[in-house]
């Protein structure tokens, strides 16, 4: 069966009976539906959250299909509560770029997702709209004070950084020219659309503790500068109070279920090679708030999602994970022992073997940071046994617990044994967090940490637009700030190619953004592009409808 059929043949229960297994009272939630709510932050409690333990779900480098960290999250939390364990599962939103694009949703797989699976891959509960409508508020803000000659700021809006977004996989967009038609029109200027995901209004909703804090976060967005050099930040357009209006809603976690009923909090969407990949400080804490265990999960490989999560999201949080899972699949370890897209599902011990150079500098990453983690290896039927059995006896020469994870097929059951292997470790209280750098130290510095301490770079060159750029961070006062890195997923390096666990390599920052309203600075390596395109053949083309609502394609 595929997922969307899995999912819609599920007995979906009631929000309110999903909500009462966590203790909380029917009138204090908001429905949207029968299956899906939301939920008020007076829930959040912090003598519990610093009881809680919080587990972090990453992954190794992975192919273009991703490895299931998702699905292994949602596995894991069924298991934990097949056990007897008051677990939770606390995910990111999906953003439909990818849904309609190559990569498909973010609501698991197989007999490990959340539902209702097509409203979670869709429109949800409207938090994506909802920023939408509030980064696009700021900019119409912005293009109307340029407009009014007589308006006290006179911003130069050849200096204007802040684009408009929108929730689709739209190369045309990405550079435009606005204004176009006369006076009445606007201030003809460049400007383009960022996909949603990467707004900075959804980085600051994921950063924000509260509703006081995500106001206070609003306010510091950059908007550019005056004709005389002077910086111009949201605050000074009095538009803040208003862009808190629209999320009102947005800024509330939503609560829904798991295939086997057990609850899931899903909030905030942001992409791990462009922001900073996790769900919102928020749902964390929520999830904390009314579980003992809380398993969450960051994007793309542990260089990205995991870095940022550890490096940005706990220091602004005040969270401390006890534990890593790290999924490996057999499939990612063929590519990076050198198999072709082609022979990703062809049995190969020695790939394997070669290909377990980027899994061992993942593992050594996350002991750098006092979390030995454990190996999720979420089982595909292409698997050999010779495989499994060579990845879980190297993992065990490195002193790493590896453990097959069956969720896909098997849902809760299939991940009893993984759930043990956590509880396990966690109990044995050996693991104990500690940040990669200190946010103080100069931003070359912190950079370099991360290039030569994560990627095992070298060091780092910078252009001399990196270095302008720079310069203006400093002279902005924003050197501080933690790092958010743009890199691509697809290599330790900002080499795409450079699989494995390449070495001899230096890494080259572009040019540097930043999100002084959500609080970190962001050096592009390579490439990146913050609004994607879509591919030749979008995975939208798959997809129907039927005269009774009922959707197929949907992945």
Known sequence: MSDISIAQAADIQPIKDIA?????????????????????LTLIDQAKVDQSNLILVTALTPTPAGEGKTTVSIGLNEGLNKIGKKSIVVLREPSLGPVFGIKGGAAGGGYSQVIPMEDINLHFTGDFSAIEKANNFLAAIIDNVIQNKTHAIKIDPRTVIWKRVIDMNDRALRDIII???????????????????????MAILCMSNDLNDLKEKLGNIFVG?????????????????????LLKDAIKPNLVQTLEGNPAIIHGGPFANIAQGTNTII??????????????????????????????KCGYGNLSPKIIVLVATIRALRHHGGAAPDEYNDASVERVQKGFANLEKHMENCIK??????VAINNFHTDSQEEIDVLIKMCAEKGVQAVLSKGWADGGEGCQDLAKAVVAEIEKGENKFKPLYDWNTDVKSKIETIAKEIYGAD??????????DLRRITKLGLTHLPICMAKTQKSFSDNEKLTGRP??????????????GAGFLIPILGNMMRMPGLPKIPASERMDIDEQGVISGLS
């Not at 500068?225 to 209006?245: G, H, K, S, W």
């Not at 940071?369 to 454990?374: D, F, I, S």
């Not at 070495?503 to 002084?516: I, N």
Request: net charge negative; with cysteine; aromatic share 10%.
């Open 459 to 468: 060091g780092v060159d910078y252009s001399s637009q990196a270095e302008k």
């Open 369 to 374: 940071m006092g979390l030995k983690p454990v």
């Open 503 to 516: 070495t001899g390599f230096r890494v080259t920052v572009r040019e540097f953004e930043f999100a002084a």
């Open 20 to 40: 009462a297994k966590l203790n909380i009272p029917e009138e204090v939630l908001e429905p949207y539906g029968r299956t899906k709510a939301k939920l008020p």
């Open 179 to 201: 204004g176009i038609g006369g006076k009445a029109n606007g201030v003809m200027r460049s400007d383009g659309f960022n996909i949603t995901a990467a707004s900075e209004i």
């Open 283 to 312: 749902a964390t804490k929520m999830g904390m708030s009314l579980a003992d265990y809380t398993v969450t999960e960051a994007g793309f490989g542990a260089d990205l999602g995991a870095e940022k999560f550890l490096n940005i």
């Open 225 to 245: 500068f005056t004709y005389d050099l002077e910086p111009v930040y949201a605050r000074e357009l009095n538009c803040q109070n208003a862009m808190a209006i």
